[in-house]
């Protein structure tokens, strides 16, 4: 059985060169750009009262759990600053994102057993995962690389619980760190996939629907 290191390397790797190539500066074509994203964005399956469903949505690897609240302050301490024109707000979140995620130094904070996204829709996928956390994410990018992860979505949302919801703070900071935060300051729902297995759906030889190893090592 063939390591699952390659998946971590293709969707954590590309990202954190998008970041900091973006964050440089440099220069790439559109198509480069849009392909990056593939690697960000994959489908999430669930199945439950909303029937089968597939929707795409975010994710993003996370700090371990023991650099969350230290991480969380210094995002919240960005976010505050930002005002409407301020040109180098997403300029200096880049930066920050490189120190604390996408940085060499900083690889070794990083979770590799879940993933964190934002449900923004509210629908099936809600509707489903209240009911049936069994999910599968299938990541794509043309013409031939692409992975399946299956695993069981958490759900986390302080207008369920009535209580503070660090994965839900979190990920919504992570997200508007970069981007221009909702001057409502709404918190969306926050997803926690969290990953048991891995296979490489990839048109190549080893790939086709084969299991990989995981956890792996290296991590």
């Not at 069981?152 to 979190?170: A, C, M, N, P, T």
């Amino acid at each position: 059985m063939k390591s699952s290191q390659k998946f971590f390397d293709w969707a954590f790797g590309t990202r954190a060169k998008n970041v900091i190539a973006l964050e440089k500066g440099e220069r790439t074509t559109p198509e480069k750009i849009f392909l990056s994203f593939c690697s960000h964005e994959p489908a999430f399956v669930s199945y439950g009262p909303a029937g089968l469903n597939a929707s795409v949505k975010g994710v993003g690897f996370l700090p371990k759990d023991e650099y969350l609240e230290e991480i969380l302050a210094e995002y919240k301490k960005h976010i505050s600053t930002f005002a409407l024109g301020d040109k180098t707000y997403s300029q200096r979140g880049l930066q920050l994102l490189i120190k604390y995620m996408y940085g060499e130094d900083a690889h070794d904070k990083i979770d590799f057993t879940k993933l964190g996204s934002l449900e923004m829709a509210k629908r099936q996928s809600w509707t489903n995962y209240q009911v049936n956390p069994e999910a599968a994410l299938i990541f794509h990018q043309p013409p031939a690389i692409s992975y399946k992860l299956k695993g069981k979505v958490e759900i986390y949302d302080e207008e369920i619980s009535g209580k503070r919801e660090i994965y839900q703070q979190f990920i919504n900071a992570q997200h508007d760190v970069y981007h221009n935060p909702d001057p409502s300051g709404i918190l969306y729902p926050a997803y926690i996939f969290r990953i048991e297995e891995i296979y490489d759906n990839s048109a190549t030889k080893d790939g086709f629907g084969q299991r990989l190893e995981y956890p792996v090592s290296e991590q």
